[in-house]
């Protein structure tokens, strides 16, 4: 059997190789999908699938369904390729008030509780004075708290562009 023209390793049959569809299929099959993104429910789901021939080898990559993390294979061990990163933005208005707040539901649930950063995308006027922070965090949603500097100070704001960053990592 010859190999693909890549330098990958992958088996192709040859004109002078006797005809066999199974094995040419498998030697495809098994090049390519070792070489692509493998999907597994979770890490023993891979653990379970990737032994004997199908052992991990380095630089194999895997997404785990349970964690929505991508991962690679560095010869000994498996390590997360990135964090798990949403963001968006609020607006946010109120009426003769020291305090503001709104729960913000993310896109798509995580798979446990994000870290989360909010930011007051303005500063004008007397909002250029409030602050923000995140709590009652859960992996659907959280609650963007926006505070006056001067808790006796009561000020309006109307359609306050709220941004807000969360990440598991």
Do not use: K
């Not at 992958?10 to 299929?25: G, Q, Y």
């Not at 870290?115 to 995140?134: E, K």
Request: charged share 10%; proline share 3%.
């Amino acid at each position: 059997m010859a190999t693909d023209d890549f330098g990958q390793g992958i088996n192709v049959a040859a004109l002078l190789d006797a005809p066999d569809a199974a094995t040419l299929a498998r030697n495809l099959a098994n090049g390519i999908a070792s070489r692509s993104i493998l999907r597994f429910a979770s890490a023993s789901a891979r653990a379970a699938a990737l032994t004997g021939v199908s052992a991990p080898t380095a630089g194999m990559h895997s997404y785990l369904e349970d964690t929505q993390r991508l991962y690679f294979y560095t010869g000994s061990v498996w390590r997360q390729v990135s964090s798990l990163t949403q963001q968006g933005s609020v607006n946010l208005s109120w009426t003769n008030a020291n305090t503001a707040s709104v729960t913000v539901t993310f896109p798509f649930a995580f798979a446990s509780t994000p870290n989360v950063f909010v930011n007051i995308n303005s500063g004008n006027g007397a909002v250029a004075r409030w602050s923000c922070r995140a709590y009652q965090i859960t992996a659907t949603n959280f609650v963007a708290f926006l505070y006056a500097a001067d808790a006796a100070s009561l000020t309006s704001g109307s359609a306050i562009p709220v941004q807000w960053l969360a990440s598991l990592t």
